[in-house]
């Protein structure tokens, strides 16, 4: 049995050109649910003047359906994110910082460092007023203006993180940098640091269509936890040539194939997928909802 969380509400409406109305976006987190998703990442709470697509968050929030067993996320990148997103019945604030030093400056003008003492401090906060949080922990496989993010730093930030209170932690592959071999060793070093109980999950982007591949190797390194995208919606607006995060209904299709379980509807993934593919009126990047359930 795999995890999943949909991102496609956050990650992928974030790297849309069109903006997607608040009616839009309730409809497809409740056409997600329908389908059997448990876990989503619904909204950012970033500056509505830099990511216009994530303007209404807390109006998106106060219309989602309350369901039970179901749980959303928001994004949280600074402490002004956490002062807005403790006002919402948000259930788990995703904190997220990059891991490379140039890619974090560009992105949130602050040195890794600098960023992991800050959003420290917001993980403790975010638990103390009650909310679930999750670390994120982006450009763990790369950065397209460092090359190379040495594995220690990322294990720094993640100490950090654990030690602040998050209940779990997501390695993210911002820009679609990672390789089988990488994700595996990656999830080792994970597993020597922090023991085999450390609740690891993984983000990946399909930027050089490495999306699916990099989720095998994932589950067979042991991680049951996936980040992906309805439709292969998605990307960073701050990252070059980012395009989406892992398709949804792609990734579920290739685990029903193995026989593992994900309680989810395919079908209905699937015609959701269309719907919002209609919507963005644009083709997207998902290969099931073109070749069809075999
Ligand atoms: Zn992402």
């Not at 997103?85 to 460092?113: C, I």
């Amino acid at each position: 049995m795999i995890e999943i969380c949909e991102v496609g509400p956050r990650d992928g409406l974030q790297n849309e050109c069109k903006i997607v109305t608040t009616d839009t976006k309730v409809k497809l987190i409740e056409k997600l649910i329908d389908a059997g998703i448990r876990s989503l990442e619904v909204v950012s709470f970033v500056n509505p003047k830099v990511v216009p697509q994530m303007a209404d968050a807390e109006d998106v929030l106060d219309r989602l359906p309350r369901v039970e067993g179901v749980r959303y996320g928001g994004l949280v990148l600074s402490r002004s994110g956490l002062d807005r997103a403790e006002k919402t019945e948000v259930d788990f604030l995703h904190v997220a910082m990059t891991t490379s030093d140039a890619f974090n400056l560009k992105n949130a003008k602050r040195t890794v460092e600098q960023s992991t003492e800050e959003l420290s401090k917001v993980i403790a906060e975010g638990v103390q007023a009650n909310k679930g949080v999750s670390g994120i922990l982006g450009t763990a496989f790369g950065c397209p203006y460092e090359g190379d993010v040495p594995v220690k730093t990322v294990l720094k930030t993640a100490e950090s993180f654990l030690n602040a209170g998050c209940s779990e932690l997501t390695l993210a592959d911002t820009t679609g940098m990672a390789n089988p071999v990488q994700v595996t060793e990656m999830v080792e070093a994970f597993r020597k640091a922090f023991g085999e109980d450390l609740n690891l999950g993984l983000h990946f982007h399909n930027t050089r269509g490495l999306g699916l591949a990099n989720t095998l190797a994932g589950y067979h390194a042991g991680i049951r936890r996936f980040d992906s995208s309805i439709a292969g919606l998605g990307g960073c607006p701050f990252a070059p040539k980012a395009v989406g995060n892992v398709c949804t209904e792609d990734m579920i299709n290739m685990f029903n194939g193995m026989g593992v379980e994900t309680n989810t509807n395919l079908e209905k993934l699937v015609e959701t997928a269309k719907w919002m593919e209609q919507y963005m009126e644009r083709p997207l990047d998902g290969m099931l909802m073109k070749a069809g359930i075999a």
